[in-house]
């Protein structure tokens, strides 16, 4: 037996068994493709994981990092990626896979890379060593496996961040002068310290929430960091992550 509905002033008949069976196959294609979209997205993170362990291993460790000693953090060749996911933009680690660019001046450990000038000390570029790149089938599935990686996901749960407007003068000055940031990081390209990640392109690099967890808690995240924890009250963290928005360069 037919049913009839109105349907913008027209009497529609409409077959109950035809419409279930309809429904039925649009479920069961559901079904279907859940379990597909699942897969494939294991399997992407499983081929990064190979990836990881031939390419990226030899420098770059994975492990929990909570009971390394200084001579190990010392001895590292490459930052930890035991918390990527909770570090990094996707987008961002994806596309510098494919295209790295130095993000260190001074290379991991920028004392491994000092020399003696009659200026000063410099930064020996011939032992800074390029990044190897990857294609881009290749950074898709790296990425997948890398952001998997959360063990500190508790620590980005504290965090709320909402970014505002930052005054470009006197962030800069509280960046290099009261906070003494740019001793260690630079705010533009050749424009600050050496030691430590560059920061013009932290807001494309790092998710907000970890740049303000990570000056809050630097130790929690790496026990034998080189950046020390300031102490920062709110205000002075939400000062921070403004400015760095402001000077992030943006992506072309």
């Known amino acids: 037996m037919n049913n009839l ?10 077959d109950v068994e035809k419409n279930m069976k309809i429904q039925t196959l649009f479920l069961n294609t559901i079904l279907i493709l859940i379990p597909f979209s699942f897969s494939t997205l294991v399997s992407a993170q499983e081929e990064g994981k190979n990836l990881y362990e031939e390419a990226c291993a030899a420098c770059h460790s994975i492990s929990d990092n909570s009971n390394i000693t200084l001579s190990q953090r010392l001895k590292e060749r490459a930052p930890t990626l035991f918390y990527a996911g909770n570090k990094f933009n996707p987008d961002w680690l994806e596309n510098w896979l494919v295209n790295p660019k130095r993000l260190r001046p001074g290379g991991h450990f920028f004392l491994d890379n000092v020399i003696v000038t009659e200026d000063g000390d410099a930064i020996d570029e ?3 060593t390029e990044h190897i790149a ?3 089938v290749q950074a898709k599935q790296l990425t997948e496996y890398l952001m998997a990686q959360t063990p500190k996901s508790d620590l980005i ?3 709320s961040v909402t970014l505002g407007k ?3 003068a006197l962030g800069e000055k509280d960046f290099h002068k009261f906070k003494g940031c740019g001793s260690c990081h630079q705010s533009e390209d050749g424009y600050g310290g050496v030691s430590a990640p560059e920061l013009y392109s932290s807001m494309n690099r790092l998710q907000p929430a970890f740049i303000s967890s990570y000056i809050r808690y630097p130790e929690k995240w790496d ?3 080189l950046m020390p924890n300031r102490h920062l009250n709110e205000s002075s963290i939400e000062k921070l992550l403004n400015y760095l928005n402001l000077i992030t360069e943006q992506p072309e």
């Open 5 to 14: 509905i109105v349907f913008i002033g027209h009497v529609c008949p409409i």
């Open 126 to 128: 011939s032992k800074l």
């Open 134 to 136: 990857v294609n881009a």
């Open 157 to 159: 749960a504290l965090e």
């Open 166 to 168: 930052a005054n470009r």
């Open 223 to 225: 026990p034998k960091t």
